[in-house]
């Protein structure tokens, strides 16, 4: 179902939208841990451990997916809000060509450098082989991966929330069936925890690609889409590659850390991968408010409706601190208990208690988070990426620097307070772009000087567009070069 969120109450919008997504971003987790828990439960911490060690390179190729993901996304959803709906079909055939030709590189460049990165990090001898073994399988399947993140932007970007869950719970629910399956029948060891996510991830991949196809073809426009635009993909590249350098930046912060890491043993890298998961699985529910919160931003800035956004991010720091409180208490009430899940009864004491150091040193610091998230949401959503890089290398720089000097006199304990003091950097700045207005497009913070007002673009009776309606040109800033002569 396609949503118009320029219409509405923010709060209810937001929620409405957000609850679908925010269970997607569960699914998504319980996605990404099942190989850690199955791995370790039926094969052992050294399996733990290998799946954990493939982690900072696993997340290189997820964070390009989902920094290219997030272009189409913004222009679309920005498209969508000026509704002008011949270049926002335009634009998807274009975000999914482009993103299809960008999948299959990464694959022939993944399948070559593993064992470099491999070696780069200092991967223990006793995992190094399980760890090929995942990876190369993994990497395998990264169309599906691109394929699936392309199709759940696009439903995003055009309100809809819902058609991802649908595909995701499936996709979990058949991948922790075909990990049990593959690991306990099979006996395939490591590769049947590959196996498992390559096969569920494709095959939910293609049904989601199928069903938008569909969908889009229900829209009927008098003026027949073009398959490929360059412009439009120079306009998602605009806001794609600082995001995919964004979330690869800290990929490769994630990888840098893994590196001081991995000297200090199988426990200790077992125990971090563990806690890592599980703080990862917090972080990415606590984003789901915040992405909404893009779609949003996005769609409104289209319509011109600058306080309509403000107000958007208000609400959203609120619910985001209300579900951050909840998390919190869990883990400082649970923590051990979820740990456990990845080991099962043959619990190592070493490896329980680098999980639970990681998880009561960073947890009181998430409330920071969810703050930075939200205002960077309202950065992407107006395209600043500047700004939004910035506020990201700023707490990944020193996160990754302090790591490095904390970890020879600290122990593994350095890793886990440098992450806590990137965070404070990173959402200070965030606050004062924010504040700042840096997300606001150029020519409407031209006319709000000069005392213009911009009227808000409003969508057609219609329930959902049934023609191509060409945006005001005043979404394009020729309104008001128009009345400033």
Request: charged fraction near 10%; include cysteine; aromatic fraction near 10%.
């Amino acid at each position: 179902m396609i949503t118009d969120m320029t219409k509405g109450s923010p709060f209810k919008i937001l929620i409405k939208f957000v609850i679908p997504l925010l269970l997607s971003m569960v699914f998504q987790q319980l996605y990404n841990l099942a190989d850690s828990v199955i791995a370790g439960r039926f094969l052992g911490v050294d399996a733990l451990a290998a799946t954990g060690a493939a982690y900072p390179i696993t997340v290189l190729f997820i964070a390009v997916a989902t920094g290219a993901s997030v272009g189409c996304s913004v222009v679309i959803s920005q498209l969508f809000g000026a509704h002008d709906i011949v270049r926002m079909r335009t634009a998807v055939s274009t975000a999914v060509i482009s993103l299809i030709t960008l999948a299959l590189t990464l694959t022939a460049i993944g399948e070559i450098a593993c064992p470099a990165l491999m070696q780069l990090i200092s991967t223990p001898e006793n995992i190094f082989e399980p760890t090929m073994v995942y990876l190369r399988i993994y990497i395998a399947g990264l169309l599906f991966l691109f394929l699936y993140n392309t199709a759940t932007a696009i439903f995003n970007g055009l309100g809809d929330s819902r058609t991802p869950l649908y595909f995701l719970a499936f996709s979990t629910t058949f991948n922790v069936i075909l990990d049990i399956f593959f690991v306990s029948k099979l006996n395939m060891g490591i590769s049947g925890v590959a196996w498992a996510t390559l096969i569920a991830q494709g095959i939910s991949s293609l049904l989601a690609v199928v069903t938008l196809v569909r969908r889009l073809s229900r829209i009927h426009t008098t003026e027949k889409p073009k398959r490929f635009d360059r412009h439009l993909l120079g306009r998602m590249a605009m806001i794609a590659i600082p995001s995919i350098c964004q979330q690869s930046f800290v990929s490769v912060g994630v990888f840098c850390v893994q590196g001081l890491v991995n000297p200090l043993g199988s426990n200790t890298v077992a125990g971090f991968s563990a806690a890592l998961k599980v703080s990862t699985f917090a972080i990415m529910v606590m984003n789901a408010l915040p992405n909404a919160l893009s779609s949003f931003a996005a769609q409104n800035i289209g319509a011109q409706d600058i306080k309509r956004v403000r107000q958007g991010v208000r609400d959203c720091i609120i619910m985001s601190e209300l579900v951050i409180g909840s998390i919190i208490v869990l883990f400082f009430v649970a923590g051990q208990p979820i740990l456990q899940l990845f080991l099962g009864s043959s619990s190592n004491g070493t490896v329980i208690s680098v999980g639970i150091e990681y998880l009561l040193i960073v947890a009181p610091f998430y409330p920071l988070v969810g703050i930075k998230n939200c205002c960077d949401s309202a950065l992407r959503g107006g395209g600043a990426m500047g700004p939004f890089m910035i506020t990201t290398l700023a707490d990944l720089a020193l996160r990754v620097a302090l790591a490095y000097i904390m970890v020879p006199m600290m122990g593994f304990a350095g890793v886990c307070y440098a992450y806590p003091l990137g965070w404070v950097i990173g959402t200070s700045i965030s606050i004062i772009f924010y504040i700042c207005n840096v997300w606001v497009p150029k020519y409407m913070r031209d006319a709000q000087k000069a005392g213009i007002h911009l009227p808000k673009i409003h969508r057609p009776a219609a329930a959902e567009p049934q023609q191509h309606t060409a945006a005001p040109r005043a979404h394009r800033g020729h309104f008001f070069r128009k009345r400033a002569h």
